[in-house]
């Protein structure tokens, strides 16, 4: 769809600087202390979320800490993933942040962060809960913290503060240098191989991890080498959440919703039907796939020219980044934001936030396909559906995502997603 307004003449693009206001700081009125979880995404979200809280109560800001997730398991800090000097400078006419806290604060509380009272936000505080609940406690303490902090300011809040936002998440959060010089070679490789495509080529998100198809709790195989390697993966990551009293699980009605993760050889079917033959060049992001080779062998067979960052990429260049799934997740990000058409297959942040920066860079349109998976189901499990009526179906869906591609946020919405209209201004054509 048009990122334009043909009526107009004019066109989406990114303004951040001409909406930032700059003054001379006030005095600060105290540390803020934030705590990220989750994956890649999620710490993004508590990071721009936390600029925002920072610049409402007038807080410098310490460099949020990550906390290693139980499924995640990664312990990387700020700095292994993002470019902490480059974000600390990005600010510095607009909030205060440090890397850590000042030794004359930190000794008032003995050395230990748990000293430092938890303020515990709920999800999507408002701006009056921060200034009426967080700031009175800041006053008197000189410094609060809050954990976790994830999703806990509201989507809507006033322009100053979601410009900041904006600014966090587009230009002030680029990854650390390791990770920026083997994406950015990455990218490169994947145009030079894209030869027979002009150098472009299809990104797809394929979540089809251990993990995922464990919390999907929906059946494949069906086997008891399946039934047991689910249920210790489950045990391993949410300890008995699946077991509780009155817990119902029916795979065949998650499948019918569109909750269970799409297998490589559908994703590969799908795209086939879209249109996308066997000479694209095909990126696919992903951690480690589920029984990877009986399922990623289909998908390769439909697409020769199929790339991972394990292709790209030897294993001597990715050895820094092995065991820290966030740095991996930060390298399949920088490839996929570069493709031409990004595919998501299963709702997450990364797809999400992708989508938003795509946007962002790309005049307001993601150029994504996201395909609605309630109706995909019945066309994958119905063994008489003829391919022409398949295919059909199939290039429906594609124009269906592809008119979705331009969206301007709404009250509920989230500026990672829709970055328009705080983060971008239409603009006359040159």
């Keep these: 769809m048009a ?15 001409q909406r930032l206001t700059q003054s001379e700081l006030p005095p600060s009125n ?13 710490q993004r979200i508590s990071i721009c979320d936390a600029v925002a809280v920072a610049s409402l109560l007038n807080a410098t800001l310490v460099t949020p800490a990550f906390h290693l997730n139980s499924v995640w398991r990664d312990s990387s800090k700020f700095g292994d993933i993002f470019d902490e000097d480059h974000f600390i400078q990005s600010f510095r006419k607009y909030i205060r942040v440090v890397k850590e806290l000042p030794e004359e604060v930190f000794v008032r509380f003995d050395h230990n962060i748990s ?10 505080s408002t701006e009056s809960y921060y200034l009426q609940k967080v700031l009175p406690e800041l006053l008197e303490l000189g410094a609060v913290r809050i954990a976790p902090f994830s999703n806990r300011l509201a989507h809507s809040v006033p322009p100053n503060i979601q410009v900041l936002r904006c600014f966090a998440n587009y230009e002030a959060l680029k990854f650390s240098k390791p990770i920026r010089t083997l994406g950015e070679n990455m990218v490169d490789r994947m145009i030079k191989k894209s030869s027979l495509t002009d150098g472009k080529y299809v990104s797809v998100h394929l979540r089809f991890e251990e993990d995922m198809v464990a919390f999907s709790c929906c059946v494949y195989d069906g086997g008891w080498r399946e039934n047991i390697a689910m249920e210790n ?19 065949e009605a998650n499948r019918r919703n569109g909750k269970c993760p799409l297998t490589p050889l559908e994703v590969g079917m799908m795209l ?32 020769p020219l199929l790339q991972t960052k394990d292709t790209l990429a030897s294993s001597e ?18 490839v996929c934001l570069q493709s031409e058409s990004f595919v998501a297959t299963q709702g997450s942040n990364f797809p999400h936030f992708l989508m938003g920066h795509r946007r962002y860079l790309y005049a307001g349109n993601a150029k994504t396909i996201k395909p609605d998976k309630r109706k995909l189901v019945p066309l994958f499990d119905n063994p008489n559906v003829r391919w022409d009526r398949f295919k059909r179906h199939m290039q429906d869906i594609r124009r269906h995502s592809e008119s979705k591609g331009f969206g ?20 006359a054509e040159p």
């Design 317 to 334: 260049e990715l050895a820094q980044f092995k065991g820290h799934s966030s740095r991996l997740a930060a390298l399949d990000y920088t």
């Design 115 to 124: 000293n430092i009272p938890n303020m515990r936000t709920k999800a999507f």
């Design 3 to 17: 990122s334009h307004d043909k009526k107009s003449g004019k066109r989406w693009a990114p303004c951040i600087s």
């Design 272 to 303: 086939r039907g879209m249109g996308f033959d066997n000479t694209t060049s095909l990126y696919v992001a992903s951690g480690k796939i589920y029984n990877s080779e009986k399922y990623m062998d289909p998908l390769r067979q439909l697409f």
């Design 30 to 42: 105290g540390f803020l202390i934030i705590e990220a979880n989750g994956g890649l995404n999620q």
């Design 233 to 251: 993966a489950r045990e391993r990551s949410w300890r008995g959440k699946f077991h509780r009293p009155g817990r119902v699980i029916n795979p």
């Design 408 to 427: 301007v946020r709404k009250p509920n919405g989230s500026i990672y997603t829709l970055p328009i209209p705080d983060c971008m201004c239409q603009q």
